[in-house]
């Protein structure tokens, strides 16, 4: 089509919506090419791009005409006046017009949207008044929305996006423009689809050869975020129609959607805009069927100044410099049209990064994005990911199937990083390390992080869940095989020991709540999907796919693997096609989807007691449960599953007589017996604990085992013993174990030097510790700690030196020790912290976190003040985290006042780090209630910062109660949220209020049992 040559006013284009336009009463006008010159001019006119700046408001209104004759009524010395009789005219008026007013309002009734006028308070759930709004849905101008259902109608089928986005970094004003082609899978004349905050000024329906079809109404329902259209004619089987529309639009200053965000680069503030979608968050960047399901093509054309690079998910492929405007620039990037993929995936980024790249065995380009000052922090992130590239490619044999793939570190991002297809963003403690600065915990992390994002460019990206409640499909397969990715790339870090530490151990401990929920749970509203984004769907959903791979093997599962990416590739899937795939590969000798489904469809796990009964061993499983008297009724009311608690379990075991020996029996649902020899002592369960369940042994069997472990703990692996330690003070938890057997269990620790089971002792002991800070026997608990630590303390020592998990062992254990007043080591620390204030002397990164943490702790404000400020100033990201944790442990309450106040201000603490300060002061039984009366102070606070769908302010509650144990504290937390929405935080103040019960339980049946072993060992 030939187009007239481009006026000053025209050169910036969006791509032509068509040569017509719809009037308001829906008549179309055919205008040739006049139509695209008009939309270009408008967006010129409406645009003001001044890059950089320092302020991120909007653009000052122009003066009115009329505003020298107002200004000279509000100066200071400005006076009006008038006659008596003509003030007295005025008053009558004025009483009449206020007379009247009330009148009207009286009869009418309240029109404001006020609490005060009639309407329930926001946070005020009322099931009656809730259901009858969603009966009923209304739209912006007060019709009844005709799609009453929260899912879109899936008769329609988006097949290709082409988008066009103009965005402002200062005036954080969007222009957009969207045309969607779909096809019709029956006759209709509507169509549903998804928008957010976005003000729609042109919309035009065409069929296929391009001519207009007349649109009768569009209605927007706000609570539903959907858009109604409707036409005069139908839409006809089978066949395909473009949807065009325009639209303005803000860049959020929150962390979802297309958003601005901003970093310091010598003194100077630089923005950038950046997208994070997951889950429901594409709708409000551009209008669309924003379910994973309605996979389509996306073709991005992004304008942006010549001081920015914009960044996609496929590479650019035009680059057109279409003139200056305003003084400014502009460059238009055109870029390759995507393979098929969900709307939550797209991404895009404008900034002024630069980047590392490297390329794959096969020529796949890798690349690195970091603003100028932490480019060199990058190299780890891209060595990584090019390996774990070739690995997973090797591992599914399916190649990757995108000409790039680039990873970005993001100033301003809430969870640990997004695996947008090709262009995947990452919080900035995620992808930088610093060889000299990162600590080796950070260093793994770092790691880990890259290879979850890069697993789901396989699982999740290529193949979907159809729906939320697969969630775990995506997150619990990723974050296993980000442990088998990174176990490759580094074999002497033993991430598969790591594994059960940090995803086995904590989704047992939530699982045994009541109110946990299963790894395949149902959402209806999708208002509910961010609370599944938990330890559930990705640890839980990870330690029944470690499980899974231990009793299919290894090649039946990457067999079974390539056949799943490849049969469901570029489309959906749900869990059963998963499990289909796998018993297939078994020849059938295993149903995989009937072992699964009890793992998958009912929460929790079982628990395997073992008792001996002469030369046999009867192993019975019944749920396991943290429950106490004061939650039964809770528990009783809980639905019933249809597998009646009951599970497929390989129970794995080796005996006292042959602890070389690995035994397989299968509990089908069921009891076993398992027959032993009359010299066998003791058989351990759950090897490696690569099950999902605990184990309970019987009194003698826990005693023989105690004995053997002190007397030689390597009779047992690494694994193993922190698996007896895990279950030994999981089952004290619950009840069903006195106190005195993991106490008696944990002496043998004196001997031990491997840090898996160090690590779990630890985390085990800092809880026992937090909640018995009140009780009688804290102390001498404090003093136990001390005595376990001494040794392994000499043995870390206070070097740089030793293999990688020696290293993640010196870290956990000192920073223990100065938590429990171990004078050497505080003595150490103070001396190490001196020197670094006061003569700038280096600290070994891995001793950064116990130096800071000492001379904060036995510090006053002065120490505080130097970490504070070091703070401020650092711009290695992982420093920063560091100096979070540390301030902290503050022992002054004021200190912790003021620590907590600095999170309310941006700025100062990042949104996305309030839950570190916030856990860690928690933590800290200084800060305890000051942390939960901060949250409950400020809670609207963090609502506004954060909004009630995201899964921050689930995390929030947690972190802050989850040491709380006196009824008292129930009783705050309880009454302070009773009856208040807390959006997808529900599930989680429901798992808070269980904990702080469980806790309040603990310390009541535990305290004087403990107090009276622990008295009499230390005499």
């Given at each position: 089509?030939p187009?007239?040559s481009?006026t000053p006013?025209?050169?910036i284009r969006l791509?032509?919506?068509?040569?017509y336009?719809?009037?308001?009463?829906?008549n179309?006008?055919?205008?040739?090419?006049?139509?695209?010159?008009?939309i270009?001019?408008s967006i010129?006119q409406?645009?003001?791009?001044?890059?950089?700046?320092?302020?991120?408001g909007?653009v000052?209104g122009?003066?009115?005409p009329?505003?020298?004759?107002?200004?000279?009524l509000?100066?200071?010395?400005g006076?009006?006046?008038?006659?008596?009789k003509r003030?007295?005219?005025?008053?009558?008026?004025v009483?009449a017009i206020?007379f009247?007013?009330s009148?009207?309002?009286?009869?009418?009734?309240?029109?404001?949207e006020?609490t005060c006028?009639?309407?329930?308070?926001p946070n005020?759930?009322?099931d009656?008044?809730n259901?009858?709004?969603?009966?009923?849905p209304?739209a912006?101008?007060g019709?009844?929305?005709?799609?009453n259902?929260i899912r879109?109608?899936?008769?329609?089928?988006?097949?290709?996006?082409?988008?066009?986005?103009?965005?402002?970094?200062t005036?954080l004003e969007?222009k957009?423009?969207?045309?969607?082609?779909f096809?019709?899978?029956?006759?209709?004349?509507f169509l549903?689809?998804?928008?957010?905050n976005?003000?729609?000024?042109?919309?035009i329906v065409?069929?296929?050869k391009?001519?207009?079809?007349?649109i009768?109404r569009?209605?927007?329902?706000?609570?539903?975020?959907?858009i109604?259209i409707?036409?005069k004619e139908k839409?006809?089987?089978?066949h395909?129609y473009?949807l065009?529309?325009r639209?303005t639009?803000?860049?959020?200053?929150?962390f979802?959607g297309?958003?601005?965000?901003?970093?310091?680069?010598?003194?100077e503030?630089?923005?950038l805009?950046?997208t994070h979608?997951?889950p429901?968050?594409a709708?409000?960047?551009?209008?669309?069927?924003?379910?994973?399901h309605f996979?389509?093509?996306f073709?991005?054309s992004?304008f942006?100044?010549?001081?920015h690079?914009?960044l996609?998910?496929?590479?650019v492929i035009n680059t057109e410099d279409?003139?200056f405007?305003m003084g400014?620039?502009?460059l238009?990037?055109?870029?390759?049209?995507?393979?098929e993929m969900?709307?939550y995936?797209v991404?895009?980024?404008?900034?002024?990064?630069?980047?590392?790249?490297k390329?794959t065995?096969?020529g796949?380009s890798?690349?690195v994005?970091?603003?100028?000052?932490y480019i060199?922090q990058?190299?780890?992130?891209l060595?990584?990911a090019?390996?774990?590239?070739d690995?997973?490619?090797?591992?599914?044999?399916?190649?990757?199937?995108l000409?790039?793939?680039d990873?970005?570190?993001?100033?301003d991002?809430?969870?640990?990083a997004m695996?947008?297809?090709?262009?995947?963003?990452?919080?900035?403690?995620?992808i930088l390390y610093?060889?000299?600065?990162?600590?080796t915990?950070a260093?793994?992390?770092v790691?880990?992080v890259?290879?979850?994002?890069?697993?789901?460019q396989?699982?999740?990206?290529?193949?979907?869940m159809?729906?939320?409640?697969d969630?775990w499909?995506?997150?619990?397969?990723?974050?296993f095989l980000?442990?088998?990715g990174v176990d490759n790339?580094?074999p002497?870090w033993?991430?598969?020991d790591?594994?059960?530490?940090d995803?086995?151990?904590p989704?047992?401990?939530?699982?045994a709540l009541?109110?946990s929920?299963?790894?395949?749970v149902a959402?209806q509203?999708?208002?509910?999907i961010?609370a599944?984004?938990d330890?559930?769907?990705?640890?839980k959903g990870a330690a029944i796919?470690?499980?899974?791979?231990?009793f299919?093997?290894l090649?039946?599962?990457?067999?079974?693997?390539?056949?799943?990416?490849?049969?469901?590739?570029?489309?959906?899937?749900d869990t059963k096609?998963?499990?289909?795939?796998f018993?297939?590969?078994?020849n059938?000798?295993l149903?995989?989807?009937?072992?699964m489904?009890?793992?998958?469809?009912?929460?929790g796990?079982p628990?395997?007691?073992l008792?001996r009964?002469?030369?046999?061993i009867?192993?019975t499983?019944d749920r396991?449960?943290?429950?106490?008297?004061s939650?039964?009724?809770?528990?009783?009311?809980?639905?019933k599953?249809?597998f009646?608690y009951?599970?497929f379990?390989?129970?794995?075991y080796f005996t006292?007589?042959?602890p070389?020996?690995?035994?397989?029996?299968w509990?089908?649902?069921?009891d076993?017996?398992?027959e032993?020899?009359s010299d066998?002592?003791?058989?351990?369960?759950n090897?490696?604990?690569?099950?999902?369940?605990r184990v309970m042994?019987?009194?003698?069997?826990w005693?023989?085992?105690?004995?053997d472990?002190?007397s030689n703990?390597?009779?047992f692996n690494p694994a193993?013993?922190?698996s007896?330690?895990?279950?030994a003070?999981?089952?004290?938890?619950a009840?069903?174990l006195?106190?005195?057997?993991p106490l008696?269990?944990?002496?043998?620790?004196?001997?031990?030097?491997?840090y898996?089971p160090?690590?779990?002792?630890i985390?085990h002991?800092?809880a026992w510790?937090?909640?018995?800070s009140?009780?009688?026997a804290?102390k001498?608990?404090?003093k136990y700690?001390?005595?376990l630590?001494?040794?392994?303390?000499k043995?870390?020592?206070?070097?740089?030196?030793g293999?990688?998990?020696e290293?993640?062992?010196?870290?956990d254990?000192?920073s223990?020790?100065?938590?429990c007043e171990?004078?050497?080591?505080?003595f150490q620390a103070k001396?190490?912290f001196?020197?670094?204030?006061?003569r700038n002397?280096?600290?070994?990164a891995?001793?950064k976190?116990?130096?800071?943490s000492a001379?904060?702790?036995?510090?006053g404000l002065?120490?505080?003040?130097h970490?504070w400020?070091?703070?401020?100033s650092?711009?290695?990201?992982?420093?920063?985290k560091?100096?979070?944790k540390a301030l902290?442990v503050?022992?002054?309450p004021?200190?912790?006042?003021r620590?907590?106040?600095?999170t309310?201000?941006?700025?100062?603490?990042?949104?996305?780090d309030v839950?570190?300060?916030?856990?860690?002061?928690a933590a800290?039984?200084?800060?305890?209630?000051l942390?939960?009366?901060h949250?409950?102070?400020?809670w609207?606070?963090?609502?506004?910062?954060?909004?009630?769908?995201?899964?921050m302010?689930?995390?929030?509650?947690?972190?802050v109660t989850?040491h709380?144990?006196?009824?008292?504290?129930?009783?705050?937390?309880?009454t302070?949220f009773?009856?208040?929405?807390v959006?997808?935080?529900?599930?989680?103040?429901e798992q808070?209020?269980?904990?702080?019960?469980?806790?309040?339980?603990w310390?009541?049946?535990?305290?004087?049992?403990?107090?009276?072993?622990?008295?009499n060992y230390?005499k």
């Amino acid at each position: 089509m030939p187009q007239n040559s481009p006026t000053p006013a025209d050169v910036i284009r969006l791509e032509p919506v068509g040569r017509y336009k719809q009037t308001q009463n829906g008549n179309i006008h055919t205008s040739g090419t006049h139509y695209t010159t008009q939309i270009t001019h408008s967006i010129c006119q409406s645009s003001s791009l001044v890059y950089n700046a320092c302020d991120l408001g909007g653009v000052t209104g122009t003066e009115s005409p009329a505003g020298p004759t107002k200004k000279s009524l509000y100066e200071n010395n400005g006076v009006a006046a008038c006659s008596q009789k003509r003030a007295l005219c005025i008053a009558t008026v004025v009483f009449a017009i206020f007379f009247t007013a009330s009148v009207i309002i009286a009869y009418t009734g309240p029109q404001s949207e006020c609490t005060c006028a009639g309407n329930k308070p926001p946070n005020y759930v009322d099931d009656e008044w809730n259901e009858t709004k969603m009966l009923v849905p209304r739209a912006t101008n007060g019709q009844i929305f005709p799609w009453n259902n929260i899912r879109l109608p899936t008769f329609i089928t988006p097949t290709r996006y082409n988008i066009t986005m103009h965005p402002n970094l200062t005036t954080l004003e969007v222009k957009g423009q969207v045309s969607i082609e779909f096809q019709v899978e029956k006759d209709t004349n509507f169509l549903v689809l998804h928008s957010k905050n976005l003000t729609i000024t042109d919309k035009i329906v065409q069929d296929k050869k391009g001519h207009p079809i007349r649109i009768s109404r569009l209605l927007e329902y706000l609570e539903g975020q959907q858009i109604y259209i409707e036409i005069k004619e139908k839409f006809r089987k089978k066949h395909n129609y473009t949807l065009n529309i325009r639209y303005t639009t803000k860049l959020n200053r929150d962390f979802e959607g297309f958003y601005i965000s901003s970093y310091i680069n010598n003194g100077e503030r630089r923005y950038l805009a950046t997208t994070h979608f997951e889950p429901t968050h594409a709708r409000s960047a551009f209008p669309c069927f924003d379910e994973p399901h309605f996979k389509a093509r996306f073709k991005m054309s992004i304008f942006r100044d010549r001081f920015h690079i914009a960044l996609f998910n496929m590479p650019v492929i035009n680059t057109e410099d279409v003139g200056f405007y305003m003084g400014t620039g502009l460059l238009r990037d055109d870029f390759q049209e995507s393979v098929e993929m969900s709307t939550y995936l797209v991404a895009f980024v404008i900034c002024d990064y630069v980047h590392q790249n490297k390329q794959t065995e096969r020529g796949i380009s890798v690349s690195v994005y970091a603003p100028p000052p932490y480019i060199s922090q990058a190299s780890f992130a891209l060595e990584t990911a090019v390996n774990v590239m070739d690995y997973f490619e090797d591992f599914f044999r399916v190649a990757y199937p995108l000409p790039k793939q680039d990873l970005i570190a993001i100033p301003d991002f809430v969870s640990g990083a997004m695996e947008n297809w090709g262009l995947i963003t990452y919080r900035e403690t995620s992808i930088l390390y610093d060889p000299n600065e990162t600590s080796t915990s950070a260093h793994q992390w770092v790691a880990i992080v890259v290879a979850h994002e890069l697993a789901h460019q396989w699982f999740g990206n290529l193949v979907t869940m159809r729906w939320w409640n697969d969630l775990w499909l995506n997150e619990g397969f990723a974050s296993f095989l980000e442990y088998v990715g990174v176990d490759n790339l580094k074999p002497e870090w033993n991430m598969m020991d790591q594994f059960i530490l940090d995803k086995t151990q904590p989704a047992l401990a939530l699982d045994a709540l009541a109110s946990s929920h299963p790894i395949s749970v149902a959402i209806q509203d999708p208002s509910e999907i961010e609370a599944i984004f938990d330890t559930i769907s990705y640890s839980k959903g990870a330690a029944i796919l470690h499980m899974l791979a231990k009793f299919l093997q290894l090649d039946t599962l990457q067999n079974g693997l390539n056949e799943y990416l490849t049969t469901f590739k570029y489309s959906n899937a749900d869990t059963k096609d998963l499990w289909n795939v796998f018993s297939k590969h078994t020849n059938q000798s295993l149903e995989v989807k009937v072992i699964m489904d009890t793992w998958t469809n009912q929460m929790g796990f079982p628990l395997v007691t073992l008792v001996r009964e002469e030369d046999e061993i009867l192993a019975t499983q019944d749920r396991f449960l943290l429950t106490t008297e004061s939650v039964n009724s809770s528990v009783r009311s809980m639905p019933k599953s249809k597998f009646d608690y009951k599970w497929f379990v390989p129970l794995t075991y080796f005996t006292s007589k042959y602890p070389e020996e690995v035994h397989t029996v299968w509990m089908n649902m069921s009891d076993v017996r398992i027959e032993v020899d009359s010299d066998v002592k003791w058989i351990k369960a759950n090897i490696n604990q690569s099950g999902f369940y605990r184990v309970m042994y019987d009194e003698t069997m826990w005693t023989n085992i105690i004995a053997d472990l002190r007397s030689n703990h390597t009779i047992f692996n690494p694994a193993d013993r922190a698996s007896l330690i895990d279950d030994a003070f999981t089952l004290s938890r619950a009840g069903l174990l006195n106190a005195s057997i993991p106490l008696d269990l944990s002496l043998y620790l004196i001997k031990e030097k491997d840090y898996v089971p160090w690590a779990t002792a630890i985390k085990h002991f800092q809880a026992w510790s937090r909640r018995l800070s009140e009780s009688l026997a804290y102390k001498l608990f404090l003093k136990y700690m001390r005595k376990l630590l001494t040794p392994v303390t000499k043995l870390v020592g206070w070097g740089s030196q030793g293999s990688h998990l020696e290293r993640l062992l010196r870290t956990d254990v000192l920073s223990t020790a100065i938590l429990c007043e171990l004078n050497e080591t505080v003595f150490q620390a103070k001396s190490q912290f001196e020197k670094w204030m006061h003569r700038n002397q280096s600290i070994p990164a891995d001793l950064k976190e116990v130096v800071y943490s000492a001379g904060v702790k036995y510090g006053g404000l002065g120490e505080w003040q130097h970490c504070w400020n070091v703070y401020n100033s650092t711009i290695v990201p992982s420093e920063r985290k560091l100096f979070l944790k540390a301030l902290g442990v503050a022992s002054d309450p004021w200190l912790l006042q003021r620590y907590l106040l600095e999170t309310l201000h941006p700025n100062r603490i990042k949104p996305q780090d309030v839950k570190i300060v916030l856990t860690v002061v928690a933590a800290n039984p200084e800060g305890r209630l000051l942390a939960w009366r901060h949250l409950k102070a400020y809670w609207p606070n963090m609502q506004s910062l954060f909004g009630n769908a995201t899964f921050m302010m689930g995390s929030l509650i947690s972190a802050v109660t989850a040491h709380l144990s006196t009824p008292y504290d129930y009783y705050e937390v309880s009454t302070y949220f009773n009856g208040m929405n807390v959006g997808s935080a529900t599930r989680a103040l429901e798992q808070s209020l269980e904990t702080i019960k469980l806790n309040i339980n603990w310390v009541s049946q535990n305290e004087e049992d403990i107090y009276t072993w622990l008295l009499n060992y230390l005499k």
